[in-house]
C-alpha cells in the first residue's frame, strides 16, 4: 500500500466534475482498492456520491491510499488531478 | 387573449403542439418478484447508460463541452455503489424496480441536501432528473419527439431548454408560446436567433391551451390568442403576411456585401452568446461577431469551465466564422451578472462597482484562464479578436496586456500552439472612456461602442427604473455626441470603430452613424439584413446632410421627431 498527502487547490472544491474525473481515473484499476482519507473518514474513491458528499472545499487536505495492482500508476494519476485543480 | 413577455418579434399563427413531459406515476406497477425487478433495474440502467454516452459524445463534438461533462457525470452517479446498494435494498422489501429506482435516487438527494455547500446541494436537482429518466426507461414511457412537430405549429411547453429549441425543425415551428422564461433567458435569445416569434412567461398556460387548437401569436406585443374569432384571426393572417414579405425582402441583402449607396464598404455583424448562434448568426449573413459574450460560459453551472472548454468553444465559433472577424469579449462578470460560485460580495450599487475588467485585473485567475484559452484558441487563425469590456482609462489597457505578454511568455516556454498577435481593443461605454477617447485609441487595436451602458452612464438614468427610463435614449444628443467624439478619435488614430449596442439596430440612426464614419454595425443575428438595407438607402452626403441637422437639435425629443420623418419620407 502506498499513499500521498493532498490539498484540494480549485476554488470550487469537490463537485459532480471533479467526483467524475477521479471515478473515471481509477476505474480501470479494477483490482486496487483506492481510498480517500478526509475528516477521519475513508472514502472510496469509486464512489462518486460520498466523494460528493463529503463537503471538500478548497483548501481541504486529505490523503490518498492506493493498495493493489498498478497502485503507483493510480495514485500519480489521482494525484495529478488534485495537483492540477482538476484543470480548473 | 393571453399576455406574456415579448420575446422575439413576428406573428406566427398555426395549430398548438403541446409538448408536456411524459407522466412518470408508477403507483400501478405490480412488482414480479425480487429477481425480474432486479432484471429490469439493470436493464434500464444499460439502456441509461447507452444512451447517455453517446449524447455526451454528440454534446462534446458540437463544442457543448459543459453539457457533456453533465452527463457523463449523470452516468458517474447511476453507476455509485451506494445508489445501487439503495435501490436493491428496495427491491428486496418487494418494492417494483419504479419505486427502488425512485427510492435510491431520493436517498442520494437527502445525502446531498445536508452538505454544507450550495454546488453539492443544488446536484439534489440532477438526481431527480436521474430518477425521471430512469424511470421512463422502465415505463417505457417517451416524450414527444421534437422532430415530429409537424409543418404550421406553434410550439407550446412549460419550459423551453435549449436543448428542444436545438431540436426543432425551425420550417415547421410558427412561434413559440412558454409558460415560463424571460427576455434574456438562453432559449429567448435563441428564438430570436432563430427568427422565430416568441411569447414567454404565460402563467397557467397549459391549463389553457389544448393541442391542435389554433393560436395566433404576436411576439412584438407579447400577445397569443387563442382559438381566435374569425376577424381576429383574419387580422393576424395580414399581419404575417406583412410580416413575411418585408422579410422575405430582405433576402436580397443576405449574400451581399454591407455597402453605403456611394458602394462604400462597411460591415453588419452579429452579436451572440455562445456558439450555437454563431451558425444562426450566419445563416442570418453577418460579416462577422462583432460581440461574442462570453459570460453564458460562466453561467448556470457549478464551476467555471476549463481552459480547454473555453478553447474548444472560441476555436469553434472562429472555425464557424472561417474568414470572418470573430470579437470576443472577455468576461462582464459581477454587476448584475452574478456568478454564484465566485461569491461576489453583494454591493449597494453594483453598476458602479466591481465587476468586467475590475475584477479582471483585481482577481485575474479567472481571467488569465480565459485569456490562454482565447491565445491557443486563435492559434493558426487570423480572425480572432480580443475586446475589454468597461475601461475607464488607459492604464486598464496597460493591466490587461501586462498579464496577456506574462501568458504568452508562459505558452511559448510550454510549447503550446498559440496564436501572439491577437489584437486588443476595447469596448467605449463609459463617459470617462469617450473623454479619454484619444489616448485609448492609441493603446487600443480597436473600438467598439456600447450604447446600452454608454447611454445609461450618459444620461445617469436606469432604464429599468419606469421612473426614469423616459431619460434613456440613443437619441439623446449627449449620447450623439459622445459617439461622435469616439468615432473621430478612432479615425484620427486610423483604428477600426464599431458599435455593438441596441442602438446600432436603430434604422433611425444610420444616417447618422455613416455620417461620423463609423465602420461596423453589430447587432441581433435578427437584425443584420434591415441594417444591411438601411446602410445602403444613404450616400455619405446625404448622410451628412441629415447629421448636421440632427446634430444641431439640443432635445432628445426633436432628434427623434426629426430623424424618424426623415426615415419615414424615405419609405
Known sequence: MISAPVKIINKQGMHMNTAKMIVQAVKPFASCKVVLKYGGKEISAKNAVFIMAAGMKQGAELEIQADGEGEAEVLAEVKRLFDTGFGE | MLKGLAVSPGIGVGKAFVYVEAGLDYSRVEPQGEEAELARLAGAKASFLRDSEALAKSLKEAGNVREGDMIEGHMVLLEDDFLAEEMEKAVKEGKSAEAAAAAGCAAVAELFRQVDDEMIRARAADMFAIRDRLLKILLGVESQDLSAVPEGSVFVTGDLTPYMATGLKRGNVEAIVTETGGMTSHSAILARAMGI??????????????????????????EVVVFPPREVLDDYLGRQKKWRESKAALLVYKDRRTKDKDGGERLVCANIASVGEAELALEQGCEGVGLFRTEMLFMDRESPPSEDEQAAAYRKASEIMAWRELIIRTMDIGGDKQVPYLHLPQEPNPFLGYRAVRFCLAEPELFKVQLRAIFRAAAGRGNVKIMIPFVTGPEEIEGVRGIAEGLKRDLASEGAAFNPDVPLGIMVETPAAVQLADALAARAAFFSIGTNDLTQYTLAADRMNTRVDYLYSHYHPAVLRSVERVVAAAKAAGIPVGMCGEAAGSPGLV?????????????????????????????VSEARE?????????????????????????G
Open chain 2, 511 to 539: 444616417p447618422l452613424y455613416l455620417a461620423f464614419g463609423l465602420d461596423e454595425w453589430s447587432v441581433n443575428p435578427g437584425s443584420v439584413l434591415a441594417t444591411r438595407k438601411a446602410i445602403a438607402g444613404w450616400s
Open chain 2, 197 to 222: 416569434p416568441a411569447v414567454m412567461g404565460i402563467p397557467g398556460l397549459l391549463g389553457v391551451v389544448k393541442a391542435g387548437q389554433t393560436l395566433a401569436v404576436d411576439g412584438a406585443a407579447g
Open chain 2, 546 to 570: 441629415v447629421a448636421a441637422r440632427a446634430m444641431a437639435l439640443s432635445t432628445t425629443k426633436e432628434v427623434k421627431a426629426y430623424l424618424e420623418g426623415v426615415v419615414a419620407q424615405r
